[in-house]
């Protein structure tokens, strides 16, 4: 009697694809959008007319949109460098989550422009964008109000900050004042 020496069969990464979008409703434009790709480009991985991708960008935006591990893919190349998801990322998918929220419902919640960018930080490869109308815009559909975003957004411009030389400890009144007079603005003006 043979032995099965992989009792799991795996599924085609576009069989997989496929039946991700059949059963979210999701049209393959607005799939192709979120992850960065053409139309077609989609279209030929569901088809097989060209081998299912294995850049580890595509496949981790992929991942992400779909809400799976990447490594689902039997594609996907683990890379050598780790991905690090920081606290706002985290507070992100914490608050999606509390609010039932698909990635894909979460996806369509912000214009088509802003989704790819929202997909990188959902899967740890951008920092939450230092365009404040952008985060209010995340803020909004999280239902999160302007102040707590605003921790992040402040913690992510002083990271920037240090990275470009500005010592923080050096320069603690000048810091101050900015975040004090970027906290004044976004209050006033966010209520």
């Known amino acids: 009697m043979a032995t099965q020496k992989n009792s799991i069969i795996k599924m085609k990464s576009s069989e997989m694809l ?3 979008l059949e059963k979210n409703n999701l049209h393959k ?45 039997a594609e996907y190349k683990i890379p050598q460098d ?16 509390e609010k039932k929220l698909s990635t894909v419902q979460f996806l369509k919640a912000f214009p088509r422009k802003q989704r790819l ?4 930080i959902l899967r740890g ?20 109000s302007k102040e707590e ?14 990275n470009s030389g500005f010592n923080m400890e050096n320069n603690q009144g000048l810091a101050k004042a900015i975040f004090s007079c970027a906290r004044d603005y976004i209050y006033k003006n966010e209520k």
């Open 18 to 20: 496929y039946n991700f």
């Open 29 to 73: 434009k607005d799939f192709a959008q979120m992850i960065g790709v053409t139309l077609s480009y989609v279209y030929n991985l569901i088809d097989e007319t060209i081998p299912f991708s294995t850049r580890s960008t595509t496949l981790e935006r992929i991942a992400a949109v779909m809400d799976i591990s990447p490594e689902e893919f």
């Open 82 to 97: 780790p991905v690090v998801i920081d606290e706002t990322t985290e507070f992100i998918r914490a608050k999606q989550k």
């Open 117 to 120: 960018d929202i997909v990188d």
């Open 125 to 144: 490869a951008r920092p939450l964008p230092l365009d404040w109308e952008s985060v209010s815009v995340i803020a909004n559909v999280l239902d999160v």
């Open 149 to 162: 975003m605003y921790e992040f957004w402040e913690l992510r411009l002083k990271q920037l900050l240090q």
